[in-house]
């Protein structure tokens, strides 16, 4: 099984092609003035459009947002998906997926094994999960503060649940990452930038690669 991989962040054409050259699978767009990563709703639209005719599934990342924020997103950029990194409750959550009839990420902060508790609302409302990291402290970011957890806590997850592993992913912890979790999904944003914001193709490569070995290796091992 080919481990699934969102690259999140994107706000360039050339790094949504490098995102479908190297058959990521899903691209994400950040909607939080606060972020370096925010795109303005035009651009996003343009850059899904490009997504999608290169067969990425495109994400809508939003933080607690009102109802017409969100009909806008949706209106004009057809997402394939909503991410909700804020505290969107179980019945919001619902609200919107009921709304717009999308498929919906729900993100959590993980520090501890408590933290874990707060996806049992959410089971058969979220589509998927997604744990990230809790901001550390000062952050004006829910995400994509390149901070990971200790993946050892989701080895406890009985495997019904749909996740994407994030937070502080890189080249060089995702193989452990994903070994440690027994995740199946991944998703990275500052683990491929040289600066934030700013997406870096090697350094894209070089994650994709590491995902893909991984998953060789996984395979190989199992045959033994
Ligand atoms: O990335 C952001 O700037 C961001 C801002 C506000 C809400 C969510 C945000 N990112 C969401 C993501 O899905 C990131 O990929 C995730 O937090 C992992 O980021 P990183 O630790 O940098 O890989």
């Known amino acids: 099984m080919t481990t699934e991989i969102k690259i999140c962040g994107l706000s360039t054409a050339e790094a949504v092609d490098r995102a479908a050259e190297l058959n990521a699978g899903m691209a994400g767009f950040i909607f939080f003035e606060k972020s370096p990563r925010h795109v303005a709703v035009d651009t996003a639209a343009k850059l899904a459009e490009r997504a999608r005719a ?97 993946w050892r806590l989701l080895a406890t997850l009985d495997g019904a649940a749909s996740y994407m592993l994030s937070g502080g992913l890189t080249k060089d912890n995702v193989g452990e990452a994903l070994r440690i979790s027994g995740a199946t999904m991944v998703d990275v944003s500052s683990g491929v930038e040289s600066a934030p914001g700013v997406k870096d193709f090697g350094m894209m490569d070089a994650f994709v690669r590491a995902v893909r070995d991984a998953g060789l290796t996984a395979r190989s091992g199992s045959q033994e």
């Open 54 to 150: 290169r067969d990425l599934k495109t994400v809508a990342v939003t933080v607690n947002m009102d109802d017409a924020g969100l009909d806008e997103i949706v209106k004009r950029m057809k997402p394939d998906w909503l991410q909700l990194h804020g505290g969107e409750s179980p019945d919001r959550t619902a609200e919107l997926k009921a709304r717009y009839g999308l498929p919906v990420m729900k993100a959590f902060a993980i520090r501890e094994a408590a933290d874990l508790d707060c996806i049992g609302p959410y089971e058969g409302i979220a589509d998927r999960f997604l744990f990230d990291a809790k901001p550390p402290k000062g952050s004006d970011l829910p995400g994509g503060n390149g901070v990971s957890f200790d």
